[in-house]
């Protein structure tokens, strides 16, 4: 492997989360620093794009000057920048993209735009002061990347050979769980209020459907599990859904589980690995967790979730994957500039293109 290029500074502003990381010359996360931007856009039901921006745009500098306090570096001390390039929000990634360009130029530093995906896809291989010393993890691996935007299967062949096996449809699994949220009245972001209310029901409560889980591709869909609570829910009154909220939410967690594992342990089975991911903001979920946990115990697999500040949006991730690529030489020019696309053929490929 070639030496490490750091330490490098790691700007992530592709959704409503502005993060900035610093990760060392060993490869070892030595500041994160996150601000969370749930309560601005809560009372919209969703995120707004120019709110986003705005918040981006006021908070990216005084994090930057914070993640190098506490990693007790200068700015002078930087080796090197890493930025998510894409995909996103462009309004939020423009801000990131912008910040880590003036700072590259402005210090004479390389700069590197990242995948945010990629950034996900290699969460397990973060270490931290705290876990350095016992990290055991390694390629290959399968990870399924689920998230507010994101329901991705990948085989994670080597840091920089990712290829798709599957992606969902339509929603994505924690667009469901946020849907279904404010459908049940639990306000937005749904997925961890319907997780814990979850915790008091019966899984089997409600019917619900598992689209695709019997289909040969690993694709997902969730759109018809929203409109099966559409029209559960229509007409209900108050006291109704009260009454039943916690088994409705448990039942619809229980759909989204099993399509997600059944599809997992049949990738794993077919491409014989031995160690797969869960990553992204949905894995954080308790039900998904347990039941992994269990598959993996029952079939001798390892199974690696990261920290939850590292399987949501972070720039650790993002410190990692950009550190990795510049210390192999990879370079961006000064007109990068934030990209929508997902999944690009320069190193992410497609299942079905190696048929
Ligand atoms: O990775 P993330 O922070 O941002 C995106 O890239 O989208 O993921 C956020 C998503 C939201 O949809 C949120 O509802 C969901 O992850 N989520 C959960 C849980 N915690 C967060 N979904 C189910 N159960 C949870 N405990
Ligand atoms: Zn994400």
């Not at 921006?53 to 920048?81: D, F």
Request: charged share 25%.
């Amino acid at each position: 492997m070639n030496p490490r290029l750091g330490p490098v500074l790691a700007i992530e502003s592709s959704c409503d989360d502005t993060s900035v990381a610093i990760i060392d010359k060993e490869g070892v996360i030595c500041s994160l620093v996150s601000a969370n931007q749930d309560l601005k856009h809560a009372p919209f039901g969703g995120v707004v794009p120019e709110v986003a921006s705005r918040q981006h745009t006021e908070w990216v500098l005084p994090l930057v000057q914070v993640a190098l306090e506490r990693a007790a570096l200068k700015l002078e001390e930087i080796e090197g920048y890493a930025v998510t390039s894409r995909p996103g929000l462009l309004g939020s990634l423009m801000v990131g993209v912008v910040t880590a360009k003036t700072l590259a130029l402005a210090m004479k530093k390389p700069l590197i735009g990242v995948n945010h995906i990629e950034g996900h896809l290699v969460a397990p291989l973060i270490r931290d002061r705290e876990t350095s010393d016992s990290h055991n993890f390694d390629c290959p691996y399968l990870a399924l990347v689920i998230s507010g935007g994101h329901t991705h299967l990948f085989l994670v062949e080597s840091f920089g050979k990712y290829i798709l096996f599957g992606e969902t449809l339509d929603d994505a699994a924690g667009e469901a769980f946020d849907k279904f949220g404010k459908l049940v009245g639990l306000g937005f972001p749904g997925g961890v209020a319907v997780d814990r209310m979850a915790q008091g029901g019966q899984v089997n409560a409600f019917e619900f459907p598992r689209s695709m889980i019997h289909d040969a591709s690993f694709d997902f869909s969730f759109s018809g599990l929203k409109s099966a609570a559409q029209r559960l829910l229509e007409g209900r009154s108050a006291e109704w859904l009260k009454e039943h909220q916690a088994d409705l939410c448990a039942s619809f967690q229980e759909a989204i589980v099993d399509v997600l594992l059944t599809k997992l342990e049949r990738a794993m089975d077919e491409l014989g690995l031995k160690r797969m991911v869960l990553t992204g903001g949905v894995s954080a979920n308790s039900r998904l967790r347990a039941r992994a946990e269990q598959l993996a115990k029952k079939r001798n697999w390892q199974l690696a979730v990261p920290a939850l500040k590292y399987c949501t949006d972070n720039a650790a991730m993002i410190a990692l994957a950009g550190q990795l690529r510049l210390s192999r030489g990879e370079r961006d020019k000064m007109d990068l500039g934030p990209a929508a696309a997902a999944i690009e053929s320069d190193y992410f490929r497609r299942n079905r293109e190696q048929i």
